[in-house]
Structures are given as structure tokens and as C-alpha cells.
């Protein structure tokens, strides 16, 4: 099986196809901290593409509350159990990757899940874990920074237009292709024949069937509007501003400016979803502050002290780039931070939008005071 190299396990790894980088790689940070399961992204995309039958329990956008709830249910926890212990050492991980242990014959390790866990896509919603003490019948310990000792967070969840999917290596049609010219990942409705291999191998379990067509679906990630310049629906719809679109480089050849590079190369602070699976997604999510640090390093990686620490003390720049989250419908190609604005440029080198780092404060005259 051929090596290829993913930076974000800081290592090679065997994959069943040579490593092709596209031009540019469509990439997105979620800033889980922001979020407030509005589902309002779940529904943009929803109304945009799977109104029709057969796509009934099809949510190419979800978002499932940590750490019970999950769409598929358990599709985390199932994954993480059949790959066995997951070791890092110096931010190398040195256990195994899907593509690694998969078992005979197969390209991938996963399972596929029946239908009942696709029944109930918000499944424990906002259910904490439980108070560490009962005491005479009072809660014990507090909700309080730096770990909530009770917690949940939200996670967003959309197709991570993986540089090595497991979709793709997986599907015995080759139906499933990376476009060269933004690296977003595709299933062609004429080759597939829904053997349901890609539903099976991505352990986000991202790619669904269509019962109605016997043909699998995916996100698309909007391309019809990254082909225009403009961010997808579910990132346009976000009532939270927690989401940024733009591309994605490897670490080594990162572009300062870049506001995804900028967020996970440079600042640290987005990192991605389950890294030692080994797909190299490309959606980060900046980690939840108050969340047990155990349990989001198994998430994501050893990054998260670091992540959280930058993002709890942003310097200026990092402030800055944070305030340009959903100001614009266009793709934010290039920023730059001064002494008091954050400003976003298109492909031509053109400024979209310019916003303050800080409000201004107004007080209101006493003429206007409601009361006297
Ligand atoms: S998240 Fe899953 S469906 Fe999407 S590219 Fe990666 S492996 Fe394929
Ligand atoms: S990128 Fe587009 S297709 Fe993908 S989840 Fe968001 S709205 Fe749906
Ligand atoms: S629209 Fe934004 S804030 Fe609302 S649930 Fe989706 S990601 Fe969270």
C-alpha cells in the first residue's frame, strides 16, 4: 500500500492511493464555543438539498450534543472502541490509523450502521453528564472555569472534504473523486451503484443512502456557490457567526494571511475532529473552554491545552481575525488585522468587509432616558 504523509499525525501513513493534493483545499473552522444549537445550518442545508424522498433521515449538516448524542448514534464512540487504545507521543501519533487496521481484505476499518441509529439525529440533546456528587440530595461541585465539572458542548458536523477520505479508498466503483480544483470530495450519482462501502469506511459517517434512488449521497459541500465565491449555506445560515470558510494548506507551507491557515497553522487555536483516524479533515473546530481535557484530547488531539489557552488570551491578530466569523457571505481569501479594524479581501485582492476589534461605546443622552 502506498505512504503518503499527513501533517496532522505528524507522520506517514499507508493509504490505498498515492497522495494528490489538490490545488486548494476547501477548508472551515467551527468555533464550538459560540455555538447555541440554534440548528438553523442544519436546516439552511436541509431546505437546500435533501427535501426530497428517500432523504428523509438524510442530514448532510448536524449537530449533536457532546458527549451522549451523536448522528449517527454512537458513531464516535463505536469507531474509537473497534480501533482499540489511541497513543500519542511528542504530537506523534504512534497507534494505528483506520487505513492501518483494517482487517483482511478490507481498505478501511468501520462498520455500518443500522437503520434504528439513524432514527433520532439530536438523540440527548443537551443532557450534561451527571453531577459528580449527590450530597443529602445537593448537587456537589460547580459549573465553573477552567473545567466544568457536569458539561456538554455542541458539535457541528458537516463533511470534512478529507485530503485522505475513507469514502473514496473504500468504494469498489470508484465513484467517489477529490476535485483538483478545491479538494472537495464527490460521489458520482452515475457510477454508484450504493454498495454502501463509503457509509461504512468514513468514520464520520458523512456519506448517506437514498433508499428511494439505491444510490449513497453525501454533502457537497455548496460547490455550486464556492464556484461563485461565496461560503456554503450551512456556514451562510450560522445565527451564532461560529463559522469561517476558507482553504486550507499542509502546515509547511501555511500562508500567514490565510484566515484558515492563520487559525490552525499559525495561532494553533482550530484543530481537527478525531486526527489519529487519519483522514486529515479539513473542517477544525476551536475547542469548548470549559470542556474535560481528556476527553478533548481524544477528540482532537494533543493540541488543546495550547488551543485553549491562545484562545482564552487571544493576542490582537488572533482578536482581530475572530471578529471576521460570518460578516460575509464571500469567501475571506486573505485578512489583515490594524490598531483598530479586521479587514477581509476577496481572490482579487479586493476588501469585502472591514469591522471593528472593538465597539464603540455609546452612552445615551439623558434626553433619551426612559425613565428619569
Ligand atoms: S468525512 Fe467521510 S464522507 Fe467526507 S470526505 Fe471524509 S471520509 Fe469521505
Ligand atoms: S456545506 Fe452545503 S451541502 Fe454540506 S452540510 Fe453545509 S449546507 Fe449542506
Ligand atoms: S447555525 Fe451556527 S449557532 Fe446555530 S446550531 Fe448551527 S453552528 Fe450552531
Not at 87 to 116: C, S
Not at 315 to 344: M, N, P, S, W, Y
Not at 347 to 355: D, F, L, Y
Request: proline residues 10%.
Amino acid at each position: 500500500m502506498p505512504k503518503v504523509y499527513n501533517w496532522q499525525i505528524s507522520r506517514e501513513m499507508q493509504y490505498p492511493y498515492d497522495g494528490v493534493r489538490p490545488k486548494r483545499q476547501f477548508g472551515a473552522v467551527f468555533n464550538i464555543n459560540r455555538c447555541i444549537n440554534c440548528q438553523t445550518c442544519t436546516m439552511a442545508c436541509k431546505s437546500t438539498w435533501t427535501f426530497n424522498k428517500g432523504q428523509e433521515h438524510m442530514w448532510w449538516n448536524n449537530v449533536e450534543t457532546k458527549p451522549y448524542g451523536g448522528y449517527p448514534q454512537a458513531w464516535d464512540v463505536k469507531t474509537l472502541s473497534k480501533l482499540g487504545p489511541q497513543r500519542w507521543e511528542n504530537g506523534t501519533y504512534v497507534g494505528k490509523t483506520i487505513f492501518e487496521d483494517a482487517p483482511q481484505g478490507a481498505m478501511v476499518l468501520g462498520y455500518l450502521p443500522p437503520d434504528d441509529e439513524w432514527r433520532h439525529p439530536n438523540i440527548f440533546e443537551e443532557t450534561p453528564t451527571p453531577y459528580p456528587q449527590i450530597d443529602g440530595g445537593k448537587t456537589q461541585g460547580w459549573s465553573e472555569l477552567p473545567v466544568h465539572q457536569t458539561f456538554f458542548f455542541y458539535l457541528q458536523r458537516i463533511c470534512n472534504h478529507c485530503t485522505y477520505p475513507a469514502c473514496l479508498a473504500a468504494c469498489p466503483r470508484k465513484a467517489i473523486y477529490k476535485r483538483p480544483e478545491d479538494g472537495v470530495v464527490l460521489i458520482d450519482q452515475e457510477r454508484c451503484r450504493g454498495y454502501r462501502k463509503c457509509v461504512e469506511a468514513c468514520p464520520y459517517k458523512r456519506p448517506m443512502y437514498n433508499p428511494a434512488t439505491r444510490i449513497s449521497e453525501k454533502c457537497i459541500a455548496c460547490y455550486p456557490r464556492i464556484e461563485q465565491g461565496l461560503v456554503t449555506r450551512c456556514i451562510a445560515a450560522c445565527v451564532g457567526k461560529i463559522r469561517l470558510q476558507g482553504w486550507i494548506k499542509p502546515r509547511e507551507e501555511a500562508i500567514p494571511d490565510s484566515p484558515i491557515d492563520y487559525l490552525v497553522h499559525l495561532a494553533k487555536v482550530a484543530l481537527p475532529l478525531y486526527p489519529q483516524l487519519g483522514l486529515e479533515p479539513n473542517v477544525y473546530y476551536i475547542p469548548p473552554r470549559w470542556g474535560p481535557r481528556e476527553y478533548l484530547k481524544q477528540m482532537f488531539g494533543p493540541g488543546v491545552e495550547a488551543a485553549i489557552e491562545k484562545y482564552t488570551h487571544p493576542d490582537h491578530e488572533l482578536l482581530g481575525l475572530l471578529q471576521l466569523f460570518g460578516v460575509t457571505q464571500k469567501i475571506i481569501e486573505r485578512f489583515r488585522v490594524t490598531d483598530t479594524d479586521a479587514i477581509a479581501y476577496d481572490k482579487n485582492g479586493h476588501e469585502i468587509i472591514r469591522v471593528p476589534i472593538e465597539d464603540p461605546v455609546i452612552v445615551r443622552p439623558p434626553q433619551h432616558f426612559n425613565t428619569t
